[in-house]
């Protein structure tokens, strides 16, 4: 298992990219918006990972949720691994909470799944599955 991202809620994702640029560079591609997270977002490649700017696309979302609660930061990070639903059933097993029952659709056509911040010490987790 490898970290795949770093997931950072934000605002604005036009005003994020040009505070990220002078640090990291230009994104990847387009922004990319998901339906199922309900949110837009940019990748940017950072030595052997990314980073993940998130904005979310409606009020109620998740990432609007946590803005409003913690304003903009560091919101989840992310692992590959090589089966989204046997990595979010290893969590059940060990009778911690997951977010996601089952991996559904995320950016950059990857299966993803969360497990709940308590599972892991107060971190959202995502595990992202390899196309």
Known sequence: MQLDHVGIAVPKLSDAIDRWRPLVG????????VPSNRVRVA??????????LLEPLDPASPVAQFLERRG?????????VPNVDAALAEVRRRGDRVVDAQGRPGARGRRVGFAHPSAFGGVLVEFVEQP
């Open 26 to 33: 230009a994104p990847d591609g387009p922004a990319e918006e």
């Open 72 to 80: 903009p930061g560091v919101h989840h990070l992310a692992f590959t």
């Open 43 to 52: 990748f940017v490649s950072v030595g052997g990972t990314h980073v993940e």
